[in-house]
């Protein structure tokens, strides 16, 4: 187990910039996507937690939608986000920040899900063996948990030349460049920098390690059936009608205690 102190230079992503240009860029979840999971949770025997809940572009809607939902993050700037769309909308959400690892609440949920590949940034096997496990103690007899994640078949992207920027309501721009990118043992690394810029003045940068890994399905299936799960499926993202086929980049897994 990690000591207090390594994860949080571990949390040394998802911070304040990172964050705002997360919300900027991406501020809804897409609505493909949305209505998938929404559809596990309206079907949902019991309560449902969403780990690494980000902003709440899942949770709310979903917590807007009447269903009883949970979530946690290790971030305190994406909590902080979703506690103020959350203000906005006389919501009051039940979230917490807590690593996955962490978990042990003493109740269960009939769904725990993590969408947008979040499920990828445990890249450690020893702390995915032990997060599928906390994940599983956390299910009602026959709760389902369903996530997706990236596959090897992801092309490593090009190292960007130039910049993306969004731009705040206050007009000030934050720039995102990947500075370098490398794939080792199914991992990979990439090293991101923000600013944020007033014209051409730079007023403020932060520098990211941020790390994905990726999953050859069958040895994910292992993993999950390892830890004691059963009914594992593959599905296509995100059709529940069709079965994940071993070319595709994203794939959802679908299992149950």
Known sequence: MRSEDDKEQQMQTYLSLCTEFYDIDKPLAPERELAFYMDYAKNANGGVLEPMCGTGRFLIPMLEAGIEIEGFDASVFMLDVLYKKCAAKNLVPKVWRQFLEDLNLQKCYGLIFIPSGSFGLITNLDE??????????HLRAGGTFVFEVETLKTPLA???TGKVSVTRPDGKKITLETLSQLLTSN??????????????TILKTETEEFKVRLYDPNELEELIKNTGFTHVKRIKAFDNNQKASDEDIVMVIECRK
């Open 128 to 137: 995915v063996r032990l997060c599928l496990k906390k994940i599983l103690d």
């Open 187 to 200: 991992v990979v690394s990439s090293t991101f920098q923000y600013q944020l810029l007033e014209g051409e």
């Open 158 to 160: 090009e190292m960007r």
